[in-house]
């Protein structure tokens, strides 16, 4: 499990969306991290839920106009939660508009050159 959700947030700094996202979701168990493999600022924020990981890094993707990426991946063994969050993407997306951040699932098939941009819009993008 590793699905992506593109993010529009009011906040224009990595720490400060990721930390609203965290918190939107209840989520009390996250660290930042380094990694050269999250550009542009090779940096990410990992949150530990009980039954899932949730992910916040910069886009470094000229397709969308959303600056952060939310990656839902599979439960860390260790220091998680007590917080179960929705493993259904689409549920998880609908959590977040919620809060008023603007959300993208894209399509199957994304990270591949020729995506044709398709996905489903929550939030103020859905209207």
Not at 4 to 16: G, N, T
Not at 91 to 119: R, Y
């Given at each position: 499990?590793?699905e992506?959700?593109?993010?529009?947030?009011?906040?224009?700094?990595?720490?400060?969306?990721?930390?609203?996202?965290?918190?939107?979701?209840?989520?009390?168990?996250?660290?930042?991290?380094?990694?050269?493999?999250?550009?542009?600022?090779?940096?990410?924020?990992?949150?530990?839920?009980?039954?899932?990981?949730?992910k916040?890094?910069?886009?470094?993707?000229?397709?969308?106009?959303?600056?952060?990426?939310?990656?839902?991946?599979?439960?860390?063994?260790?220091?998680?939660?007590?917080?179960?969050?929705?493993?259904?993407?689409?549920?998880?997306?609908?959590?977040?508009?919620?809060?008023?951040?603007?959300?993208?699932?894209?399509?199957?098939?994304?990270?591949?050159?020729?995506?044709?941009?398709?996905?489903?819009?929550?939030?103020?993008?859905?209207?």
């Open positions: 499990m590793h992506v959700i593109f993010v529009h947030s009011p906040l224009p700094a990595l720490q400060d969306a990721a930390l609203a996202i965290f918190q939107t979701l209840g989520l009390d168990v996250f660290e930042e991290r380094e990694s050269s493999n999250y550009p542009p600022e090779n940096r990410y924020f990992i949150a530990h839920a009980a039954n899932a990981s949730l916040v890094c910069c886009s470094d993707d000229d397709r969308v106009p959303h600056p952060y990426w939310v990656i839902l991946g599979p439960r860390v063994l260790d220091g998680s939660s007590q917080v179960s969050i929705p493993a259904d993407i689409s549920i998880l997306a609908e959590a977040l508009a919620a809060s008023g951040l603007e959300i993208f699932v894209p399509s199957k098939g994304w990270s591949k050159i020729d995506w044709n941009g398709s996905g489903d819009a929550y939030g103020r993008l859905a209207g």
